[in-house]
């Protein structure tokens, strides 16, 4: 990531990852698709290339929404006793429709911590 030159008002990465909003001018889309990171803003013209969730995303999709859903299936299975089928019929696709959205809002926000913190690729400093 090359260093900001330009002088921008502080955006909270929360509430613009969340909105899928530029992680330095808070105005420009982040994202060109559902998933996929337009390759630079179009209102402040920032570099996307620096951005590499990687994993990270699913892997807090998968702890959160399987807490959730996990959780909701054991207590309806305790107190309420269904048949399997409207088990599979109910959090199957609740499950799915909750990913979805919790994989675009969570990438969001990791893109916009990574651009506030200016992380980067880990390096080893040798002594010279």
């Known amino acids: 990531m090359s260093e900001d030159t330009a002088i921008w008002p502080p955006v909270d990465p929360v509430s613009a990852g969340l909105k899928g909003r530029c992680p ?9 698709g559902f998933l996929n990171l ?9 570099d996307n290339s620096f951005a590499d969730a990687g994993d990270g995303p699913a892997v807090f999709v998968i702890l959160i929404i399987g807490f959730i859903v996990v959780g909701l299936a054991l207590w309806m299975e305790v107190t309420l006793n269904p048949p399997l089928w409207v088990h599979f019929l109910l959090w199957i696709p609740l499950t799915v429709v909750l990913c979805l959205v919790a994989l675009r809002l969570i990438k969001g926000v990791l ?3 990574q651009y506030r913190n200016k992380a980067a690729e880990g390096r080893l400093d040798r002594p010279q």
């Open 111 to 113: 893109i916009a911590l």
């Open 38 to 46: 337009s390759p630079r803003c179009g209102v402040c013209g920032l």
């Open 24 to 32: 330095r001018c808070g105005e420009g889309r982040m994202f060109s």
